[in-house]
């Protein structure tokens, strides 16, 4: 495998490893908040915490630029989903509006106090933190598909990919493997019977050689 690749891998999983951290550290930091004061969570900041918290998690097992680190590109496309479903619910909560929507001036900003802990309103820091989950989610995104699609040309380019998909799809297709019985009576039938060629039922084969 050539070393721009190894590079380049390892470069983008150190982009994304601190991409998905701070998000990770500002939605925990807020959680932790809104846990001191028992207020509400909300299902859309509970799913992009979790998908943070698989990215960090599963970049630090694929920083090494080795081998099977490259074969796990399915991985950094289905992360890359996650990161596009993940941002698309963030901005339907503020909008074009963001720091001025009804959203933000009602959870974010009265739940966010990174101080006190009590349920007053944040200033431009909360609306600061708020815009940097927006934007972190959609750049690191994209770098999980850079990641999808440098996998994929590396496995094709390197370790024969045509050649691994159709092994696996030959283990897959358990189902039109030969059943143990078949293989047992083919085995039991004379070997010049196997390589006769049977045309017609038996009958007919019978009453053709008595004629």
Known sequence: MGTAHKVISACLRVF?????VIILGILARFFYT?????????????YAISIAAISVALTIILLPPLK????????DFALFICWIVCFAL????????TCTS????????????????????VTRRGCSRWRVVLAFSFIVAFAWLLSGFLGCYACAEYHDLDARI??????LAWWKKPKQPDLEKSAAEPRE??????????STQA?????
């Open 16 to 20: 994304e490893f601190g991409c998905c």
């Open 34 to 46: 809104l846990n001191r004061i028992d207020g509400p969570s909300d299902s859309r900041l509970v």
């Open 68 to 75: 099977y680190s490259f074969h796990f590109f399915p991985i």
């Open 90 to 97: 963030l901005e339907d909560l503020t909008g074009t509006n």
């Open 102 to 121: 009804g959203w933000f001036s009602s959870y974010w900003a009265v739940y966010s106090n990174p101080d006190t802990g009590d349920t007053t309103v």
């Open 166 to 171: 159709a092994r696996m799809v030959k283990r």
């Open 193 to 202: 019977q196997q390589l006769l060629p049977k045309v017609g039922p038996p």
């Open 207 to 211: 009453s053709g050689s008595q004629a």
